[in-house]
């Protein structure tokens, strides 16, 4: 029986749970048949879209298929908010900060703690722990400006805060949802409390002309017109979501790239050629193209706030009303044939401008810059070591981020 013949069999109350556990043990044959079949697919709990073009139109259109569930998670930052005046300003002031110049110096910091740590290791390593997570907390720190900050704290705050905005929806029915949330507003609490005492610090280091090149520092010594409405209290909720958006999707990035080269011998091999000598666009073009094949999430989720017709004019067009949760399928988008030909295949030479690694349209990742500089340098290094194995799968703990994953390779190489 098709997994749709499945669906339309099953009572309403268990049509959504089965096509969710599908997309989370067998995504490819699913997402294959959604995109033949049924492109707009519609549950008790949401609408799937699976087709490359449906899932642009979506995100492309925020005044239909808005960020309204974020709200209750993340209050006024600008993640929260569509094309709003606060939103259009925070983005303009923060992408400003994170300077595209920097990109040298960010991929050089990362290189320098991923290399430094492997070669600690001697061979063996836990590598969410000791790398995938604590890299992108050493940018956390040193970068952006986290400079007194536990590292351990920031992992938690992070992690929490990822898990209840995104992870932590009526249509992921979890068991442990009012727990979970609990925990991601204490978490806020804590974050907000150390970035005030932060922000404290550094003011006063500046007055003392003791000032240093981060990113919180940068917004400090920043004059903001009382009219253009870049308040205190913005300038910290802005600085809270540096952490937020660096360390859980970071980790989940490098272990999904990294666990699809190692499935892959031949284009491992050539991935690591390409790092031997030093071709970094073709090393980093590995590693999205392995993203695109294993991305950190199947789906991005919106809401739509009226009625709208997707795929207007086609066969598979589909209203959908307003107020339906809406899952764009990336991972599906991204194999779909009519945009990426063989879509099993591995292949470099793909439209990058055409995945959807970091977001699409108005919500397109904040520092994609630094993601698409940080992310392939994690690997690299990895990449690099010599007879790089699996001690044991990559184990989420019935979580949906990466939390365990057990490394070895040749003593003595890194």
Request: proline share 6%; net charge neutral.
């Amino acid at each position: 029986m098709s997994y749709l013949a499945e669906f339309d069999a099953a009572a309403p109350d268990d049509r959504w749970p089965l096509a969710k556990g599908w997309m989370e043990r067998e995504p490819s044959a699913f997402f294959r048949e959604l995109r033949r079949d049924r492109p707009i697919l519609v549950t008790p709990a949401c609408t799937l879209v699976a087709r490359h073009a449906d899932v642009v139109e979506c995100m492309s259109n925020a005044e239909v298929f808005t960020v309204e569930l974020y709200r209750s998670k993340m209050g006024t930052y600008m993640l929260a908010q569509d094309d709003t005046p606060d939103h259009s300003r925070d983005k303009a002031i923060m992408r400003t900060m994170l300077s595209r110049d920097d990109l040298p110096r960010i991929r050089a910091l990362i290189g320098e703690v991923t290399a430094e740590i492997l070669a600690g290791a001697r061979g063996r390593i836990e590598a969410v722990s000791r790398v995938t997570r604590r890299v992108p907390i050493e940018l956390v720190i040193r970068y952006f400006g986290f400079s007194t900050a536990d590292p351990k704290k920031l992992a938690r705050w992070s992690y929490w805060s990822q898990y209840d905005s995104f992870y932590n929806h009526d249509f992921d029915r979890q068991r442990r949802s009012a727990p979970i949330h609990r925990r991601s507003r204490k978490a806020a609490a804590e974050m907000a409390a150390y970035i005030g005492e932060e922000i404290a610090a550094k003011i006063a280091g500046i007055q003392k002309g003791e000032v240093r090149d981060d990113v919180v520092t940068r917004m400090l010594l920043t004059r903001y017109p009382p009219a253009i409405g870049f308040t205190p209290e913005r300038l910290g909720l802005n600085v809270g979501g540096l952490l937020i958006g660096a360390v859980e999707t970071t980790s989940q990035s490098v272990t999904g790239a990294l666990a699809e080269l190692l499935r892959r011998p031949r284009a491992l091999a050539e991935a690591k050629q390409a790092a031997l000598r030093g071709d970094l666009e073709t090393f980093d073009r590995h590693v999205f193209e392995a993203l695109r094949l294993r991305p950190l999430s199947p789906y991005l989720f919106r809401k739509s706030a009226r009625d709208y017709t997707v795929a207007k004019g086609t066969a598979r067009q589909t209203t959908i009303p307003a107020g339906t949760t809406v899952l764009a399928l990336i991972a599906s988008a991204m194999r779909d044939e009519d945009e990426f030909p063989l879509p099993e295949e591995f292949n470099i030479h793909r439209p990058l401008e055409r995945t959807f690694h970091l977001g699409w349209g108005l919500h397109e990742c904040l520092g994609k810059h630094i993601g698409m500089v940080m992310i392939p340098e994690i690997v690299r290094h990895f990449v690099l070591l010599d007879e790089l194995r699996e001690r044991a799968p990559i184990d989420c703990k019935g979580g949906p981020f990466p939390e365990r994953w057990e490394l070895e390779w040749s003593a003595g190489e890194a």
